[in-house]
């Protein structure tokens, strides 16, 4: 049962564009028992469908810089393969902690983000 809460609520942020992997990855970790190579293994496998959802859907609602996407699907690729590798040289704790500082360090992208843009705004509002 809670596979199926866990694919809709990833399912929902990802529809959002805002990486319901990470989702699925932070409740596989917390609710299960799964090692972290399991845990973003079985993240991959669902990310296939739920992307290819997306780009149907992108594409019928004309969402999409081929420019820009090819050499970012390209370089992406290349990325993975050797994302790859070096996963699996590391031991399972230290990949948990380092996906841990990843989420911190985006975490405070977001609210700087959020706050710069809050700014901005409120200059915008007041000129």
Do not use: R
């Given at each position: 049962m809670k596979e199926i809460l866990f694919g809709i609520i990833s399912g929902i942020v990802?529809?959002?564009?805002?990486?319901?992997?990470?989702?699925?990855?932070?409740?596989?970790g917390?609710?299960?028992n799964m090692g972290q190579h399991l845990i973003q293994g079985t993240n991959l496998i669902f990310?296939?469908?739920?992307?290819?959802?997306?780009?149907?859907m992108n594409i019928k609602?004309?969402?999409?810089?081929?420019?820009?996407?090819f050499p970012i699907i390209?370089?992406?690729?290349?990325?993975?393969?050797?994302?790859s590798i070096?996963?699996?040289?590391?031991?399972?704790?230290?990949?948990?902690?380092?996906?841990?500082i990843f989420l911190i360090i985006i975490s405070f992208f977001e609210?700087?983000?959020?706050?710069k843009q809050y700014i901005l705004t409120k200059k915008?509002?007041?000129n």
């Open positions: 990802a529809a959002l564009g805002m990486g319901g992997g990470t989702i699925l990855i932070l409740l596989l917390i609710f299960t990310f296939i469908p739920t992307a290819i959802v997306a780009i149907f609602n004309k969402k999409i810089d081929y420019k820009l996407a390209i370089f992406g690729i290349i990325g993975a393969i050797c994302g070096v996963s699996f040289k590391i031991e399972n704790n230290e990949l948990k902690k380092f996906f841990g609210i700087y983000s959020f706050f915008e509002n007041n």
